[in-house]
């Protein structure tokens, strides 16, 4: 994890996730970092999903 993403949760458990300003609540830069974990993680996984998911999208949106 990034030092970002650990000040946040340590923030987030001191406060007791309470009276947060909006400028700490990311949810679109905690997904991303998930998301980057778990490829870090398990790299065959999310390149199958990746796969998958262009599959689909380009099943779906073929132009005839």
Not at 2 to 15: D, G, K, L, P, V
Not at 18 to 45: C, G, H, K, V
Request: proline share 5%.
């Amino acid at each position: 994890m990034n030092q970002e993403t650990t000040q946040f949760r340590n923030q987030s458990h001191q406060s007791g996730g309470r009276n947060m300003s909006r400028s700490e609540i990311r949810p679109t830069q905690d997904l991303m970092q998930y998301m980057r974990d778990y490829a870090r993680e398990r790299p065959d996984a999310a390149a199958l999903w990746c796969f998958g998911i262009g599959f689909v999208l380009g099943w779906k949106l073929k132009p005839w």
